[in-house]
């Protein structure tokens, strides 16, 4: 039987914590339990996932659908759709069965690249290696979460760019099961097409290559560090529609704070980032999600973000230095730097 491998290249930038990140988690089970009472699709569908933030890795070698086990998807800074690419060809490079005299090969595979940023590393070069010698190898759909991603780059990556638009609860449900019956009719019938998104045009729609724009930064993410544990975590801001500062910035308000670990490092690209956000643009102030401290959002001279109790004491788990704040003093309006996202 030839396979017909499928490739999910999962953006876990920081920009998906909170809520994306474990409905795209639920969402690739789905897919998998789904397919899987699919007879075509059970005999020669294989999935890999490749997941990328400031690094690119594959978490799931290709696999039959069987033998899927659901990964647990990284979070850190940075969107390398760069490395992401250079991944998948390295990947359909040495897993993939070309097609020999004796025997036939693996079917084309189908790759869904899923995606909310913009990318952080160099992609155009790796890009115009796709374009050249991988772009016939493959079915690529690109698909955007939401109006943030950079639809330029998608449309050079591939001519089938997707828009997801996640509205109300059932949407992202309705996603998912797209890509499942995607999947599903291309295993039973290899010329169905896997783009058709008919039935599907109340949650996505063909991003026109012409009409791409830029979007503003729908959200803030910033990285601090519990004091008492010494793990990070991830404070979310999302954009405030139609509320800006009095020099017409825009304002974030606050999503959440979510607790992390160090593998986040791992996963975020070392460059520091000169990406700076005022605090007069931001709405509301996190407590610490690790150790229950009100305070998530100090700074310490070393430029990072710290948690602190109510005695304003701490050594800063970033640099060690020894901190006081004046815990009296009124909110002054600072400069902090934010993840990439
Ligand atoms: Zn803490
Ligand atoms: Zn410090």
Known sequence: MRRLPVFFLLDCSESMIGGNLEKLKKGIQKIVTDLRRDPHALETVYISVIAFAGKAKTIVPLIDLISFYPPMLPIG??????AALRELRQQMETTLKKTTSESKGDWKPIVYLITDGRPTDKVHEEIKIWQEQYANKANF???????S?????LHQLTETVILFNDNSQDDFAQFIKWITSSVSAHSQNINQDITSINSYSNVLSFSDAKASQYYDENCVVLVGKCSNVRQPYLIKYTLANNVTDLNHQHKYKL????????EY?????NKNTALLVNTNQLIGAPGCPHCGNNIAFAVCNCGNLLCIDHTGDAICPWCEQQLQFNMDSPDEDFDVIRGKG
């Open 265 to 269: 490092f791992d996963w975020s690209d």
């Open 77 to 82: 800074g940075g969107t390398s759709l760069g």
């Open 255 to 262: 999503d959440g704070c979510y607790p992390v670990d160090n």
């Open 141 to 147: 759909i690109a698909i955007s979460l939401g109006h």
């Open 149 to 153: 991603a950079d639809m330029s780059i």
